[in-house]
């Protein structure tokens, strides 16, 4: 069968699955979020990388029943940990610009609040930027809408995409997440801590919170307290974990 075809089936058979990575802050040390990532176990292929089927399931417009459902499941799993008691952490969705320009996705994602009783406060829309500059107009009306829901907006892989300061200004944004690639070398590759530095100080000039992502090591830890960062996102913590894992990270942190 076609790749095609059997991430068709993925949903129903259950085969669809959520990892969680938690995103630090380095002003309390604090998990204080989590990003949802979304994994497909397929019995004959194995693990298949979202990097794969991700870009299908947009072609083919099965990302909008997968992301409902990665949105639904997140959110009710984020609650179930409020329910154990653990502090509440916002909870980061990725959104796909096929979902980010369905019509009613305003309507889908009040009813999954709705349904699962979540505070959209504690929700979190990771958006990239060429999504978002596709239609400006029509992205700030959505945005806006999110925004006034109380849904918290960030644009994901900042600064590999189309970064017109001048929309950033004009979008309800409240954070940017500094792409992986210029994290990496850090601390050898003086163009990137340039770029990194940049980052941050653009962010906090417009009032935004700043999180890099693909932290490794300690150095590019230390580096990036030191230029102010807001929070960060990596293996050096941790791996994105599934739920049950994530709860014993959880717990050894209480
Ligand atoms: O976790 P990993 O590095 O394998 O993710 C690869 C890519 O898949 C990343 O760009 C990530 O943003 C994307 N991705 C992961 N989960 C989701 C999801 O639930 N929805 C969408 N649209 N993209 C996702
Ligand atoms: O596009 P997006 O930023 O959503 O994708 C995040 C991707 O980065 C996920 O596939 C996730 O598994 C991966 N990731 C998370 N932390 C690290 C890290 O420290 N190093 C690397 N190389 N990848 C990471
Ligand atoms: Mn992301
Ligand atoms: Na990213």
Redesign the pocket.
């Known amino acids: 069968l076609a790749l095609e075809s059997e991430l068709y089936y993925a949903l129903d058979r259950g085969e669809l699955l959520?990892?969680y990575q938690p995103q630090v802050s380095l002003h309390s040390g604090r998990i204080i979020g989590v990003e949802?990532?979304?994994?497909w176990q397929n019995p004959t292929r194995g693990l298949v990388?979202?990097?794969k089927f991700?870009p299908i399931a947009?072609e083919t417009g099965l990302?909008v029943p997968?992301?409902e459902w990665?949105l639904r499941t997140a959110c009710a799993q984020s609650l179930a940990w409020q329910a154990q008691g653990f502090p509440a952490l916002k909870i980061a969705?990725?959104?796909?610009a096929r979902?980010f320009k369905q019509q009613n996705l305003v309507e889908t994602v009040t009813q999954v609040l709705d349904a699962t009783g979540l505070d959209p406060n504690y929700l979190e829309l990771?958006l990239t930027e060429s999504l978002m500059v596709d239609n400006i107009q029509q992205s700030i009306n959505v945005m806006q809408q999110l925004h006034n829901m109380g849904i918290v907006l960030s644009v994901?892989?900042f600064g590999t995409g189309y970064s017109s300061l001048n929309y950033l200004k004009r979008f309800p944004i409240h954070t940017l997440k500094i792409d992986q690639s210029f994290v990496c070398d850090l601390v050898v590759n003086s163009d990137d801590a340039a770029i990194v530095d940049a980052i941050i100080s653009l962010a906090h000039s417009l009032n935004l919170s700043v999180i890099a992502e693909g932290v490794e090591s300690q150095e590019q830890l230390d580096y990036l307290q030191t230029k102010g960062c807001d929070e960060v996102q990596g293996y050096y913590f941790s791996r994105?974990l599934p739920a049950n894992t994530f709860t014993q990270l959880l717990q050894e942190g209480k």
């Open positions: 959520l990892h949802t990532l979304i994994r990388s979202p990097a991700i947009e990302i997968i992301g990665v969705v990725n959104l796909s979902q990771e994901d892989d994105p």
